[in-house]
């Protein structure tokens, strides 16, 4: 998802929590909601801060292949929307920055160990956009993962981060009816439009999939993610709602999922779907994907290059506040 | 009265002004020195896309023969854009960016001012509207203008060489030929060089807060985007903007 493969730490065995932790988990199991001035295990705290953090830099990160496009929209009712959704994730940063910084994080730091790679953000901004069709594609496909994997979220254990996907997840339902509103106009369009809107569908299929993290049977950190409730569904439980949920639209649109294994599995009342290429997913985590580099140096250069302004904002806000001082003197 | 093609001239020149700005602050958008600003920057961005679309569109009845909004930002080639030059430049740094905005924005305030009573209630309405956003663009631009002029020695610096570069551009806004004149005289617009005085005396006046200079207002002034005649800068601009409309001739989107 946004954050895969959150590290929990190390487990530490029912009986050798302490008290105040077993307070805690019992808190957690009555559904009392955790607020940042309460007392919490260091595991939970440094869980969340990656989780949270994950997900920040993945809303700003997931800025770009969608921002490839804005200058060339190809209407400008297409261009507002896309300038209003990009602008939107970044307001979606912004929140999960400030809920992670109620745990004791700097925003500055959370942007340094994005930039020196030591903090991950979702693999599925590594792809490229290479078609207008890819940001309808982004809309249906990635933003519709993210409001499945969300919507649980909005009733996790952390009060702060629950609601700040209270206020993102109305956000990302218009974004992906957006999204598969752009896919209808070019699967209603010319031959060309139509090959475009497949085209996108193939490339962005099997990366959505990868998104939701590794198979349940590969996942470590799960268990106490659950336990915590900062985790209310498995990778694949997750993913197989979204292959539930995307296969009628796909028909719908007249598009293909490229899968020649997908099928309705009665006796399970799910679709049965092919195997995962769980080598690339690896591989895009580690920093081989189509684009990691690339998003890496395009969002330090900006920081790089907006060194001076925040310098200037700082400095111009001390010579405030120093002639305030001597005006007051 | 107004003849309806000075009045399609007058109103491409308000859209793609608009248009223009909001294409170059497109560019902006991921990737803004800070992160509220970025989001600031995208609303100005919006902002000016939305009145874009009201000028164009109105134009565009005007026109008749089947154009629409559409079709006049994607369809036409650089000659027949009439925005001003000011709002080609390329972003540059982000002093340039900041800079831009601050000279189309303190004149663009003044110039809805105008628009608001115009005679043609149609212009009348969409200025009211715009003024609204531009009043607050006009606010965060001459607040930028003069936290950056008033902040570090790199910012002022950055900043000063950014207002002594787009200076020249920046008399075309009060450059007035025929179509101005014919919108004056027939109520619908104003006479531009009537806004410059009070112009310049505000862009002085948030200069001087911001520590930076106001340079020479006799200098030589660059014109020609009003009547067709731009910068390199915008054909290249255009030719991103206008790919997939070129490319696809007559698809829905
Ligand atoms: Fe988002
Ligand atoms: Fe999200
Ligand atoms: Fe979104």
Redesign the interface.
Known sequence: MYAQMVDTGTRVAGNELDAAEVRFQKRIDDGIRVEPQDWMPDRYRKTLIRQISQHAHSE?VG??PE?NW???????????IL??K??DE??H??YL?SAAETLGISRDQMVDDLHSGKAKYSSIFNYPTLT?ADVGAIGWLVDGSAIMNQIPLCRCSYGPYSRAMIRVCKEEAFHMRQGYD?LM??C???P??KQMAQDALNRWWWPSLMMFGPPDADSVHSEQSKQWKIKLFTNDELRQKMVDQTVPQAEYLGLTIPDADLKWNAERGHYDYGAIDWEEFYNVVKGNGPCNRERIA?RK??WD?????????V???D?KSKSKLQAAA | MSNKNDTYAYLLRLGDNALVLSQRLGEWCGKGPALEEDMALTNVALDLLGQARLWLSYAAELAGDGADEDSLAYLRDADQFRNVLLLEQPNGNYADTVVRQFFFDAWHALALQQLRVSQDPRIAEIADKALKEVNYHLRRSSDLVVRLGDGTEISRNRMQAAVDHLWPYSGEMFDADGVDLAAAAAGYGFDPSGLRTEWLAYVREVLEEGTLKLPSPEAWMQKGGKQGRHTEHLSRMLSEMQILQRSHPGATW
């Open positions: 700003i800025q770009l921002g804005i200058t060339r929209a190809p209407s400008l009712k297409r261009k507002a300038l209003a990009v602008q970044a307001g940063g912004l920055y207008w752009m106009s070019l209603r369009g010319t060309e439009q395009t250069k900006a290059d907006g060194e001076w302004f925040r310098e200037a904002l400095a111009h806000a010579k």
